[in-house]
């Protein structure tokens, strides 16, 4: 059975059974609850759903402001639904704002500074290059999974291209092929968590480009 608070579609009575199930639970859960709520929805990319989450994450906002712990995660799935909207301007602005309240609150961190890197490659702002450099080179020396290695270290060496760094940019493309041909991540108990399955072709053509 789907909990309350993971649900893939809002009907009128999705909408009211949430809602009624939110009221009953504790106040300290509620901004987590609407969070997570919102993410199901976003993840299903459906328009509607997406403004619906959209909503969810201003009432969480505007009724827990003081909630840090649950920002970082509604910030992250604020540029998710931009980027889905294709507004990638908006969606870069939200990623950022959540790498920044990371930067102030580290208890909690999402993967919005590798969705922040590669939108701002892949869109070409070339003006936010030497961030993206600065936000990747401290990050990747802490990422556990292969996947975020190999994009972070494929957006690093397309950056050191466009910059005319020949050298940083051989290693870093050394490095980004090293960890999309792991076949293990370094966890323990979840081994195959992680690897690159599928390889971003849009990625690679940038990283093989002369």
Same mark, same amino acid.
Request: hydrophobic content about 40%; charged content about 30%; some cysteine.
């Given at each position: 059975?789907?909990?309350?608070?993971?649900?893939?579609?809002?009907?009128?009575?999705?909408?009211?059974?949430?809602?009624?199930?939110?009221?009953?639970?504790?106040?300290?859960?509620?901004?987590?609850?609407?969070?997570?709520?919102?993410?199901?929805?976003?993840?299903?990319?459906?328009?509607?759903?997406?403004?619906?989450?959209?909503?969810?994450?201003?009432?969480?906002?505007?009724?827990?402001?003081?909630?840090?712990?649950?920002?970082?995660?509604?910030?992250?799935?604020?540029?998710?639904?931009?980027?889905?909207?294709?507004?990638?301007?908006?969606?870069?602005?939200?990623?950022?704002?959540?790498?920044?309240?990371?930067?102030?609150?580290?208890?909690?961190?999402?993967?919005?500074? !590798?969705?922040?890197? #590669?939108?701002?490659? /892949?869109?070409?702002? @070339?003006?936010? =290059?030497?961030?993206?450099?600065? +936000?990747?080179?401290?990050?990747?020396?802490?990422?556990?999974?292969?996947?975020?290695?190999?994009?972070?270290?494929?957006?690093?060496?397309?950056?050191?291209?466009?910059?005319?760094?020949?050298?940083?940019?051989?290693?870093?493309? !050394?490095?980004?092929? #090293?960890?999309?041909? /792991?076949?293990?991540? @370094?966890?323990? =108990?979840?081994?195959?968590?992680? +690897?690159?399955?599928?390889?971003?072709?849009?990625?690679?053509?940038?990283?093989?480009?002369?």
């Amino acid at each position: 059975m789907v909990d309350w608070y993971r649900q893939k579609s809002w009907s009128k009575e999705d909408e009211e059974y949430f809602f009624k199930r939110l009221e009953r639970a504790r106040k300290d859960g509620r901004a987590q609850y609407l969070k997570i709520q919102a993410i199901e929805l976003v993840e299903t990319k459906n328009a509607f759903l997406l403004d619906v989450a959209e909503s969810l994450i201003a009432k969480l906002f505007s009724e827990y402001p003081d909630d840090q712990f649950n920002r970082p995660g509604a910030l992250f799935a604020l540029g998710n639904i931009y980027q889905l909207r294709n507004d990638y301007d908006k969606a870069i602005e939200f990623y950022k704002h959540a790498i920044d309240f990371e930067v102030i609150f580290p208890r909690v961190q999402t993967q919005a500074y !590798i969705y922040y890197a #590669e939108l701002v490659v /892949k869109t070409a702002k @070339t003006h936010f =290059y030497d961030a993206v450099e600065k +936000i990747l080179l401290e990050k990747m020396p802490g990422v556990l999974f292969p996947i975020e290695k190999y994009k972070g270290y494929s957006i690093l060496c397309i950056i050191n291209k466009y910059k005319c760094n020949t050298e940083r940019a051989a290693h870093f493309e !050394i490095l980004a092929e #090293e960890n999309a041909s /792991k076949e293990t991540s @370094t966890l323990r =108990y979840h081994k195959y968590l992680g +690897i690159v399955k599928d390889r971003d072709s849009w990625l690679d053509k940038l990283v093989r480009k002369k």
